[in-house]
């Protein structure tokens, strides 16, 4: 019913920028909060940021100063902008949305398929 589809990832140089977008399709009623996050190899998935439909943000203390995580509700669409990238910020990132389809029916989390980020020189 929710389709979120993450682009944007690839091979960035150390110190490097990158900007993720999540573009969110389907049968939607509202979009609640959203959030980015990631897995690295043999590492469990952490929330790298995220944003409230008030546009209220929260940030992992790693990625704090480096990261902005903003959307634009007009077009359901997600960002993280990334920017003096380390090689530790290697990892699948997935995008995250808390969804109602419908009035009157529940909210449902949903998940992306990821987008893989490397930092490597």
């Known amino acids: 019913q929710v389709q979120l589809v993450e682009s944007g990832g690839g091979l960035v140089q150390p110190g490097g920028s990158l900007r993720l977008s999540c573009a969110a399709s389907?049968?939607?009623?509202?979009?609640?909060?959203m959030g980015w996050y990631r897995q690295a190899p043999g590492k469990q998935r952490e929330l790298v940021a995220g944003?409230?439909?008030?546009?209220?943000?929260t940030y992992a203390d790693s990625v704090k100063g480096r990261f902005t995580i903003s959307r634009d509700n007009a077009k359901n669409t997600l960002y993280l902008e990334m920017s003096s990238l380390k090689p530790e910020d290697t990892a699948v990132y997935y995008c995250?949305?808390?969804?109602?389809?419908?009035?009157?029916?529940?909210?449902?989390?949903?998940w992306g398929q990821g987008t893989k980020v490397t930092v490597s020189s």
């Open positions: 944003i409230t439909d008030g546009a209220g943000t």
């Open positions: 389907g049968r939607i009623f509202r979009i609640y909060g």
């Open positions: 995250n949305a808390d969804v109602r389809v419908s009035l009157g029916l529940r909210r449902g989390d949903y």
